[in-house]
């Protein structure tokens, strides 16, 4: 079993900056893909970023250039950083672990708001 606990999240203007952490306990596998996905009113749920133990990304073209993903491997930390809010930047963001071995797992999210 894998635990993820996200923070970070809040209300925040149009043009602001966020960052969100996520920190990950229980079996973790050294060879994993962390991320975050987000969720807004009456929408699906949609892929934000991911980023591989070795590093390797893969960003929603509405994020690119605006959000950065991170990771801390030692610690089995997750970070996005999301500068130039928008108003469509508004949903409920969730951590993401996935390992071949021991399947997919989530956080229960965090609320980002951003007003216009």
């Known amino acids: 079993q894998v635990q993820l606990v996200e923070s970070g999240g809040g209300l925040v203007q149009a043009g602001g900056s966020l960052r969100l952490s996520c920190a990950a306990s229980?079996?973790?596998?050294?060879?994993?893909?962390m991320g975050w996905y987000r969720q807004a009113p009456g929408k699906q749920r949609e892929l934000v970023a991911t980023?591989?133990?070795?590093?390797?990304?893969n960003y929603a073209a509405s994020v690119k250039g605006r959000f950065t993903i991170s990771r801390d491997n030692a610690k089995n930390m997750v970070y996005l950083q999301m500068n130039s809010l928008k108003p469509e930047d508004t949903a409920v963001y969730y951590c993401?672990?996935?390992?071949?071995?021991?399947?997919?797992?989530w956080g229960q999210g965090t609320q980002v708001t951003v007003s216009s």
């Open positions: 993401t672990y996935s390992n071949y071995e021991s399947g997919d797992y």
């Open positions: 229980g079996s973790i596998f050294a060879i994993n893909t």
């Open positions: 980023m591989t133990n070795t590093r390797y990304t």
